[in-house]
């Protein structure tokens, strides 16, 4: 079964329409496409829905035109920020959402009500100097302060929201390069393998997300293959996600299937249905 539900369009920082993903999708085979925009965010940004219910109603619109040839799922990529999102539920009320995707792409400084864009370090997008801009202006440089700050987010978020997907959860180590630290580090490793933990008691499922490795912005996938590995003594439910911002990214697998099928992963989904 082929199926993507990390999928954005240009409703939010997505290149394409709604329906150029979907038709990219039919034509190619996919059985299910799940669309999951960047949650709404109470700041002027450029990656976000504005129009969420414009977005909504596209959405169920093409579901129901495509119903012969593929399943669309309706959901959103929620950001979990505190102070500006914390609370999904109002939204997934709003839109009838069938699935959630959570993840965490911005911090506040630990103990500051953050009021815009200004008061977030972005540890996502193009830009690896933003990364350090903010890691310096919030963290006062201190990398371990910073992703301690991140994992413990993620960990908030997903005791809350429970969402049906973790996204990207260890997506930190994307901008550091290997210049702050590594992977193998006991105190990162902890961090990482805790979050990991309330996956696995919480019932979630995770991603395993490609992009990086097909923009180059990282060797690895999100988790990385080393956390992955140990996921397997947890029998954490995984599902291949290409977090595609245009048609092609859609195939970007990037050989994840076979990686997992290498190491023995005990449960790869091709559907968020269980």
């Not at 100097?129 to 994992?151: H, K, M, P, Q, S």
Request: hydrophobic residues 35%.
């Amino acid at each position: 079964m082929l199926s993507n539900y990390h999928t954005h369009s240009n409703y939010c920082d997505g290149k394409a329409s709604l329906r150029d993903m979907v038709e990219f999708a039919v034509a190619h085979g996919f059985d299910a496409l799940g669309f999951s925009g960047h949650s709404p965010l109470p700041f002027e940004n450029t990656f976000s829905i504005t129009d969420y219910d414009g977005y909504c109603r596209e959405v169920r619109a093409l579901q129901q035109e495509f119903a012969d040839r593929i399943e669309i799922s309706l959901g959103l990529e929620f950001d979990y920020v505190p102070g500006m999102l914390e609370d999904f539920a109002p939204l997934i009320a709003k839109g009838g959402l069938d699935y959630t995707i959570g993840s965490v792409h911005l911090l506040p400084a630990p103990g500051v009500e953050p009021h815009s864009a200004d008061d977030l370090w972005f540890i996502d997008g193009p830009s690896w100097e933003r990364y350090d801009e903010g890691l310096n202006r919030l963290f006062g440089g201190d990398i371990r302060r910073g992703v301690t700050a991140y994992f413990h987010q993620q960990n908030d978020m997903l005791v809350r929201n429970r969402p049906t997907i973790v996204g990207h959860p260890d997506k930190i180590a994307m901008h550091n390069r290997g210049r702050y630290f590594t992977e193998d580090e006991p105190w990162y490793e902890q961090l990482a393998l805790e979050t990991l933990s309330i996956v696995h008691e919480l019932g979630l499922i995770c991603e395993v997300n490609t992009r990086g490795i097909y923009k180059g912005r990282h060797p690895d996938y999100y988790p990385s293959r080393r956390l992955l590995r140990a996921m397997r003594q947890w029998r954490i439910p995984v599902i291949v996600s290409t977090d595609a911002h245009a048609p092609d990214d859609l195939l970007r697998t990037e050989g994840a299937f076979q990686f997992l099928h290498d190491i023995d992963y005990p449960e790869v989904l091709t559907s968020w249905r269980r």
